[in-house]
């Protein structure tokens, strides 16, 4: 798409920011990034943006910035509720996610990834499994790779593999995606959309746009997700670690099926796979649909699976101190993803958790971990509401460590002896303590590398 003419004002500095403004700048655009913080725009990647010719405006932000704008474009972290961006819309301003930048500057088919849970594992194959086969491929969104800038200009034969978050889709009107899953929907962000019910209408936005010919992956095990079913347009496939599914892939007897017009393959044996727990079972089988949606064959879906290891920060194995393994499982970003991470240990953890609170339930989590958990070791905001719910579902030992991550390793360390295994999965963001999940998972190693 040619935006000559057009003035985007982008909202947010940070990667999606930039990456949509160096994609519309490229494709014509008059292009504005503001950000509330200063930038130095002499340094990368500023200096790159400035070359291209975007503009800069820096500091405190007011209606005065839409004057003039023709597309708005805000950070996934900004809510749509904010002033700022209800007077958009009043003004009838359209206001795009980077993702909506994105599928107007390429022609490539787009494999969608979204869920609660697991969407980085799943992406991150997906993508393996794209490039093994000879596609031109780029992978980004929510990951850590802008996506406008990661797909423009790729040409009809390329794959795009997007994994998009429900901040990202519920700005996005024009994603058409060739394969598009939903890995599964538990309560998450529900201080941003409210109610689950919204919250999962911004995750099946995934879907929007699909037809005939497209490819619909759905959670059977999960009934939200399964019950999308009958909304759907394109082909209709399921994925189960439970039980068989009419058509999809499915988990039996230790090994992965894919099952199309009736016939069942065999994938592989779960002995095969380099990642473990029922969770990323899931991943798997979720990607290896997606890939046949786009004719990887199976040999090649096959090769990938048996050599892939898994993504930084989930269930990352650091190191073995003293006979007592340190697992970084700092992407356990919200109670779901921490209840899978417990589950995929047989029990006698040290669990490090807490951090920025999104007042989830935590009933399911600390029943599990009073099960599981030898000693819950809390840090952050959220580590008084932790300590509390644990306690009333029996958590025998609980230390809070405040805002101290180095305390926290080395009360684990102090503590550890085999066969206990000290696994860091918060349950939480980091935004109490850190700049992202990332910055926690890396400052976590860092402590249990050093010892």
């Not at 899978?340 to 951090?355: D, P, T, V």
């Amino acid at each position: 798409m040619d935006f000559s003419g057009k003035r985007a004002v982008v909202i947010g500095g940070g990667i999606s920011g930039r990456s949509a403004a160096m994609a519309l700048v490229k494709h014509g655009g008059t292009v504005v990034l503001a950000d509330t913080q200063p930038r130095d725009v002499t340094q990368t990647p500023f200096a790159e943006l400035r070359a291209a010719g975007v503009e800069f405006l820096f500091g405190a932000q007011d209606s005065g910035l839409l004057d003039g704008a023709d597309i708005i474009v805000p950070s996934p972290a900004i809510s749509p509720e904010i002033p700022l961006l209800q007077e958009a819309v009043r003004r009838r301003i359209p206001v795009w996610s980077e993702v909506e930048v994105a599928c107007r500057v390429t022609d490539a088919a787009i494999l969608a990834v979204t869920g609660t849970n697991g969407k980085t594992t799943t992406t991150t194959l997906l993508g393996e499994m794209v490039k093994a086969s000879g596609r031109q491929t780029a992978v980004g969104g929510n990951i850590g790779v802008g996506l406008a800038q990661a797909v423009t200009d790729l040409p009809p034969q390329a794959v795009a593999v997007a994994e998009l978050s429900s901040f990202q889709l519920e700005l996005t009107s024009s994603l058409h995606a060739a394969g598009a899953v939903i890995l599964n929907i538990t309560p998450d962000h529900l201080d941003r959309h409210h109610t689950m019910e919204a919250y999962s209408a911004a995750k099946e936005r995934i879907f929007s746009n699909q037809e005939a010919t497209d490819t619909a992956v759905l959670n059977y095990d999960d009934d939200r997700v399964r019950n999308m079913q009958a909304r759907r347009k394109g082909k209709v496939v399921f994925f189960s670690t439970q039980g068989e599914v009419p058509e999809g892939a499915f988990y039996k007897d230790h090994q992965l099926m894919l099952r199309h017009d009736g016939t069942d393959t065999l994938i592989c044996r779960d002995s095969d796979l380099q990642l473990f727990g029922a969770h990323n079972i899931q991943n798997c089988l979720a990607a290896v649909l997606l890939a046949t949606a786009v004719a990887i064959p199976l040999p090649v879906i096959r090769s990938v699976l048996k050599r892939f290891r898994g993504v930084e920060h989930r269930l990352e194995k650091v190191r073995v101190l003293q006979g007592v393994p340190y697992y970084n499982d700092s992407k356990g970003t919200n109670v779901d993803a921490s209840i899978k991470a417990l589950e995929a240990f047989s029990g006698h953890l040290i669990l490090i958790a807490g951090g920025h609170d999104k007042m989830t339930p935590l009933d399911a989590f600390m029943k599990l971990a009073a099960r599981k958990v030898d000693t819950l070791i809390l840090v952050g905001e959220s580590a008084d509401r932790f300590a509390a719910a644990a306690k009333k579902a029996g958590v025998r030992d609980i230390r809070n460590v405040g805002y101290n991550m180095e305390k926290a390793v080395m009360t684990a360390r102090k503590l550890a002896r085999p066969p206990q295994q000290v696994v860091l999965s918060p349950a939480c963001s980091s935004f109490d303590m850190y700049d992202n999940y990332e910055q926690r998972g890396r400052v976590f190693k860092g402590i249990v590398n050093a010892i």
